[in-house]
């Protein structure tokens, strides 16, 4: 018989508990298991009645964040041997700061709407016509955003941040992250409309630079370089437009 | 107005959810969130060093009484532990803060980025620059 570990795991039904508590299950440990898996053993073979969010088990799709013994992480990249060996059961909660649904699913319509907020979509002044061919670009213009484009909307940035718990108005790590990956586009002339979003309290300002949506990314796009890097376009911006007025003017016509 | 102005928003017709609120001992949790604390609280020590370099040019500049007086001040044993704290604090801040420049900095040459541990290098290699040109100074004396 496989080698057991027990996963404690945060259960909420809102028809039924007033707030959430661990139920402790035992499940096998294999050497190629994540703590998805193991989610998934207890849903199929233990209790059907665990909820969790969960779709391609590898790295892609962003469904599967979690607290794992309280750090942000996506469950398919986990691996439950890494927490076998002391015996103590590996705590499995929602992400922090969302407001939780049922078991480990939250609600995450606050960061759907914050990232819209930001128009992370190619914005053109003028479109060319099909006919003139594709924008195209250099490797080095690649370079410059790709490191953004990475960001899979996990939220496990969200889960780390501080700022974002304490003051929920904040847009955040990924969508300040996802701006920049369409302000530093060669083919994007948005950057002007994004900037009214983004330069605000509410926006890079809300940032303290605790630097923890960096540390815990699995996809190592480091919105807080972003958000430290958008400050100093910011305040270039704001400088300019104040010794040079006729400049901003120019580009709000373009 | 920007939807994220007011509030955080939320789907309009949801069912009972469940929230927790942050701890306000929320950094005591995590080296990395004592850490921040930290690096912010320095800042408070680095503008007690910036008054006692006020206080010490207003001795100087107050005559060879005052400067006496001044040096006698700093002798004392509250103030040494003061500022032996505060050197902690202020080293601590320079520290972290040049390891966090190349977040904040992107130097391109010729079309690529500038590797970080060369733009942590620099920053000390000035610390360095800087520290030397105050010794210069103090042993040319």
Known sequence: MAE???????RYSPEHDAEPSFQRYDVP???????????????DKVDGSLTFRWSCRMGICGSCGMMVNGEPKLTCATFLSDYAGDGSPVRVQPLRYFPVIRDLVVEITDFMSK?????????????KPVSEGEYLQTPDQLDRYKQFSMCINCLLCYAAC??????????????????????????????????DVLAQHEGIWGCTFVGECTQVC?????????????????????????????SKNEAAEK | MSNTQQAARYTEYHPRWYRTHVSTWWWLARWPYLKFILREISSVFVAWFVVV??????????????????????????????????LFFV????ITWFNLTP????????????PDRWIVSANYAAWAAVSLVVVWFLVRS
């Open chain 2, 91 to 94: 080293v601590f801040h320079a």
């Open chain 2, 103 to 114: 977040r904040a900095m992107v130097v391109r040459l010729r079309g690529k980025r500038v």
């Open chain 1, 29 to 43: 440990v294999h050497k190629d298991w994540v703590v998805l898996d193991a989610l998934n053993y207890i849903k």
């Open chain 1, 218 to 246: 699995p996809k190592h796009v480091d919105p807080a370089g972003a958000i430290q890097q958008y400050k100093l376009t910011a305040t270039i911006e704001r400088f300019k437009s104040f010794l040079m007025p006729w």
């Open chain 1, 115 to 127: 990232l819209q907020s930001v128009k992370p979509w190619l914005i053109r002044g003028d479109e």
């Open chain 1, 4 to 10: 057991t570990i027990s996963l404690e795991v945060l």
């Open chain 1, 162 to 195: 501080p700022v974002y718990g304490l003051d929920p108005v904040f847009i955040g790590p990924a969508a300040i992250a996802l701006a920049q990956r369409y302000n530093m586009d060669s083919r994007d002339e948005g950057a002007h409309e994004r900037m």
């Open chain 2, 53 to 86: 370099l006020l206080l010490q040019i207003r001795a100087l500049s107050h005559g060879p009484d005052a400067y006496a007086r001044f040096e006698h001040w700093l002798q004392n044993p509250g103030i040494v532990l003061l500022n032996l704290i505060a």
